[in-house]
């Protein structure tokens, strides 16, 4: 019993030798594939609330957050975004400056009309943005996010979805995820440093 274990972190020693070695040899040619394949966000073209085409650069010159989710979605969206309103109401005038952008995972039932009827209980600064799914489609592929329809009862269903909150720098580039699980006045702070 004993010898297997050696003999197992014997292997694992040696594997993780190897796994080393290998990556300081490809450190330089590693380094700029990770910088080139792993870029998160850029352009997009959706349609927000008011039926307006826009795309990214419709909200460069200021830092913005970009959150996927749907309006039918029963916990995590909606506490995403009244933590998203809170952080917007303590950035005070300063908050006009930055946008949420709520892009739809569901544009299936998320019109541009369901949009704009359900950003009305959060913070005005929030943008409801949808599509054709294939333009919806893009729109998660260029942030690396996830979403997958799943059926519930009967003919309806939900959607699993990335829950992350990316901050993007006012040049259009990630910056990094935000974290709304904090006091209002801090997330603000944060933002604050990007206008
Ligand atoms: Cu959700």
Redesign the pocket.
């Known amino acids: 019993m004993q010898r297997r274990v050696l003999l197992l972190l014997a292997i694992f020693v040696v594997g993780a030798a190897a796994i080393a070695a290998a990556t300081f040899a490809l450190l330089p040619g590693a380094q700029q594939r990770v910088a080139t394949t792993v870029a998160i966000g850029g352009p997009f073209q959706l349609v927000d609330q008011d039926g307006r085409k826009v795309t990214q650069g419709d909200y460069a010159g200021a830092p913005f957050l970009v959150f996927f989710?749907?309006t039918h979605?029963p916990?995590?969206?909606p506490t995403?975004l009244f933590d998203m309103s809170q952080a917007f109401e303590a950035l005070g005038p300063d908050a006009r400056k930055v946008a949420g952008l709520f892009i739809t995972v569901d544009p299936e039932r998320d019109t541009p009309e369901v949009m704009k009827n359900y950003l009305g209980s959060f913070h005005p600064s929030i943008r409801g943005l949808t599509g054709s799914p294939e333009e919806v489609a893009a729109a998660i592929k260029t942030y690396r996010a996830y979403a997958k329809k799943v059926p519930t009862q009967g003919s309806d269903y939900t959607?699993d979805?990335t829950?992350v909150v990316y901050l993007m720098g006012k040049d259009g580039v990630f910056v990094a995820p935000l974290n709304l699980k904090r006091p209002p006045a801090e997330v603000a702070a944060d933002l604050r440093k990007y206008l």
């Open positions: 989710g749907f979605c916990d995590v969206c995403a959607m979805h829950a």
